[in-house]
C-alpha cells in the first residue's frame, strides 16, 4: 500500500542553523501538507500546498519557514534559522484530489533544537 | 475560532469492552471530521472521514458517528483489543485547515 516517507526520523541541530525536513508524498496525490507537534501537546497545522504554490499557511509559518516540491516526488520544509521552540515532531500529509479528502501522514521527523 | 475538545483525556478498560471516545468542536460550520489513531512515537493513521453531509462511517469494528448541529462526533470500538492502545485524535476540517484536539489515551487491559 501507498504511504507517505520523512527523512530523517530525527534530526538534532543547533539554535539558528538551518534545517530541511524531507517528504516524499503518495505518488498521485495532490495536496500536500505540513504539521507539527511539540511534546505533549495538540498537533498543529503549519502549510498546505497545491499545484507548486501555497495554499493556505497558519500563524505559525512566518518567514522562517518554506515549502518546496524541487522534483516531481519530494516536498520540503525548509526552517531557516532554527529556535528552542521549533523543537517538535514534524508530520508531512497528502491528500489525492482535494483537501477535502482524507490526508495520509508520514511517520515524522523529530526535530530537536540545542 | 474553532476549538476541539476531547474527552476523557485517557481511559483504561478490559480486553472486550465495547467503549465510546469523544470529540465535540464549537463551530458547526465544518466539511469533514477525521479520526486517527496515534502509537508513541510515531505517526498519525487515519481510521475514519465523515463528511458533513454524512452522520456516521464504519470501518471493522469501528463506527464514528457525527451530530454537526450539536458539534458532537463519537467513536465507537466494539469488542476492544490489546492492539487498540494507542492515542486516538479527532481533527475538524473547517474553512481552515484540520484543527486537532488534544486526544484520548487508550489503554486496553488483556
Known amino acids: 500500500e501507498p504511504e507517505v516517507t520523512q527523512t530523517p526520523s530525527h534530526q538534532v541541530t543547533q539554535m539558528g542553523q538551518e534545517v530541511i525536513l524531507r517528504c516524499v508524498p503518495i505518488?498521485?496525490?495532490?495536496?500536500f501538507y505540513w504539521y507539527r507537534q511539540i511534546l505533549g501537546q495538540k498537533v498543529e497545522f503549519l502549510v498546505s500546498?497545491?499545484?507548486?504554490?501555497?495554499?493556505?499557511k497558519s500563524e505559525i509559518f512566518d518567514d522562517q519557514f518554506s515549502v518546496e516540491r524541487p522534483d516531481g516526488s519530494n516536498f520540503t520544509l525548509k526552517i531557516r534559522s532554527t529556535k528552542l521552540e521549533d523543537s517538535a515532531m514534524y508530520f508531512c500529509?497528502?491528500?489525492?484530489?482535494?483537501?477535502?479528502?482524507?490526508?495520509?501522514f508520514g511517520p515524522g521527523t523529530r526535530l530537536l533544537v540545542l | 475560532k474553532q476549538e476541539v475538545t476531547q474527552i476523557p483525556a485517557a481511559l483504561s478498560v478490559p480486553e472486550g469492552e465495547n467503549l465510546v471516545l469523544n470529540c465535540s468542536f464549537t463551530?458547526?460550520?465544518?466539511?469533514?471530521l477525521q479520526w486517527f489513531r496515534q502509537d508513541p512515537g510515531k505517526g498519525l493513521t487515519s481510521l475514519l472521514l465523515?463528511?458533513?453531509s454524512q452522520r456516521e462511517q464504519t470501518s471493522g469494528r469501528l463506527n464514528a458517528s457525527l451530530d454537526k448541529s450539536s458539534g458532537r462526533s463519537t467513536l465507537y470500538i466494539a469488542a476492544s483489543q490489546p492492539g487498540d492502545s494507542a492515542t486516538y485524535l479527532c481533527?475538524?476540517?473547517?474553512?481552515?485547515?484540520?484543527?486537532w484536539g488534544a486526544g484520548t489515551k487508550l489503554i486496553i487491559k488483556p
Open positions: 500529509a497528502s491528500s489525492e484530489v482535494t483537501d477535502q479528502e482524507t490526508q495520509y
Open positions: 505518488s498521485n496525490h495532490l495536496y
Open positions: 500546498f497545491y499545484n507548486n504554490e501555497i495554499s493556505e
Open positions: 463551530d458547526s460550520a465544518i466539511y469533514n
Open positions: 465523515i463528511q458533513s
Open positions: 481533527a475538524v476540517r473547517g474553512n481552515y485547515q484540520l484543527i
